[in-house]
């Protein structure tokens, strides 16, 4: 993979034009409508605006991309899909996450789709592919993060279906959320959990407002359950599968997030390599200084190493093979370079860096949450040396 900071796909005309139609998507419509309406990453989300991007973004072809034809899909590879995830967080765009469905959307139903019953299909995950719901994935409580099976929320048999009681908390798209995929623990039993799809307006199931992460961004929410009745025609997948379910998903969803992450830094190279242009100091630019060369140098390094075997991942999984090790060294080693790299487009910046509100600042306080988010650095090399020791 020859690397170019702006990556094209000369050698798949289709995946080109889709990279293409998507860069112009992001410059002439999305960026402009988020200037026009002071849209940035802090901004408190709303409905009717996501609806909005998620509309346009399947009018499109964007959203759900990555589906099956027969779910309204273009049947896109992970390969591909990790090539538009690049370009969308690369563009700087605040509701990036919506395009194609990260957040509430398809991609958020992710793997879960191949447990789901024809009746779930058709009544929970074609209205979100169509986007028209959205939806949450609900596994971490305040005292069971990587530790899942610490989980205390249960579920109790109850006639033809389940009676859950517990709280869930940092579940991302849970305030605009219609539905959560929910994992729980069966009540009296040490070491079965199930998932269960949830109407977040259900009798006993409330949607607090979560806390804001160091990002800024305002998508998380907490769920509560005291007594919410759920149908058994809920349950996803057997009892007993919802660690696999949710596991399963996050191991591909460990993947898919790096991608987001290179775009991120590659916003922040860019930015850098601006600045750096234009800031004088001591008679010249920057840029003429061979220790801000240097840091330019190793933050391009990162961004190649990191989409190389990001890419290569995506490939192998695109051939259906197992990538449970690989996911968890991509998101690790992605994570990390790419937090360097804003680091450094930090320093690079100086006082403008730390700047509250500059974008520099804000893409270096979102990268640093995912050597947490969806896997801790120190559980991704658990994870690694489990599967090769
Ligand atoms: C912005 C944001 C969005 C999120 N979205 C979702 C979501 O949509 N759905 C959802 O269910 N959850 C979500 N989460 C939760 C997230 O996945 C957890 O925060 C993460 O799994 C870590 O759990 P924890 O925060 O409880 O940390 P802990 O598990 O308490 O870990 C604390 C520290 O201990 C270390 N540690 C723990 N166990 C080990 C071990 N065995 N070996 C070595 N080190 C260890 C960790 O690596 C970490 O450094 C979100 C969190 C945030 C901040």
């Not at 605009?176 to 995929?181: K, R």
């Amino acid at each position: 993979m020859t690397f170019t900071l702006e990556p094209s796909y000369d050698d798949n005309p289709r995946l080109q034009d889709l990279v293409d139609r998507l860069r112009g998507y992001l410059r002439d419509e999305l960026l402009p409508y988020e200037r026009a309406h002071g849209i940035t990453p802090e901004s408190p989300l709303d409905r009717p605006t996501l609806e909005g991007v998620w509309k346009r973004s399947r009018e499109l072809g964007f959203y759900g991309v990555s589906l099956p034809p027969e779910l309204g899909g273009q049947g896109l590879s992970l390969y591909g899909l990790c090539a538009l995830k690049e370009e969308l967080t690369a563009s700087g765009a605040a509701l990036s996450h919506s395009v194609l469905g990260d957040l509430g959307g398809p991609l958020r139903v992710g793997s879960v789709l191949r447990y789901a019953t024809s009746q779930q299909v058709e009544r929970y995950l074609m209205p979100v592919i169509r986007g028209e719901r959205a939806c949450c994935f609900s596994l971490t409580e305040q005292d069971a993060g990587s530790d899942v099976r610490r989980m205390t929320t249960t579920a109790t048999p109850d006639g033809d279906g389940y009676v859950l009681d517990g709280k869930k908390v940092f579940s991302s798209a849970a305030p605009f959320a219609d539905f959560a995929i929910v994992v729980v623990r069966m009540a009296g039993e040490d070491e079965t959990y199930s998932a269960f799809l949830v109407d977040l307006d259900t009798p006993g199931c409330t949607v607090l407002d979560g806390e804001i992460p160091m990002s800024g961004q305002r998508m998380e929410g907490d769920l509560v359950f005291d007594g919410c009745r759920v149908p058994a025609a809920n349950l996803l997948g057997e009892i007993g599968q919802g660690l696999r379910i949710g596991i399963g998903r996050i191991t591909l969803n460990r993947l898919l997030h790096c991608p987001s992450l290179i775009g991120a830094a590659r916003r922040a190279w860019s930015l850098s390599v601006r600045h750096a242009s234009t800031r004088v100091a001591f008679g010249q630019p920057l840029l003429a200084l061979q220790a801000v060369q240097h840091k330019l140098a190793d933050m391009a390094t990162d961004l190649y190493a990191a989409r190389s075997m990001v890419r290569e991942t995506a490939a192998k999984a695109d051939r259906g093979e197992n990538i449970s090790v690989e996911a968890n060294m991509c998101k690790l080693f992605t994570a990390e370079a790419c937090f360097r790299v804003a680091d450094q487009a930090v320093q690079i910046h100086g006082k403008a860096g730390l700047t509250r509100g500059h974008e520099v600042e804000q893409i270096f306080r979102s990268l640093r949450m995912f050597r947490i988010v969806t896997g801790t650095t120190e559980i991704h090399k658990n994870a690694i040396a489990k599967g090769l020791v």
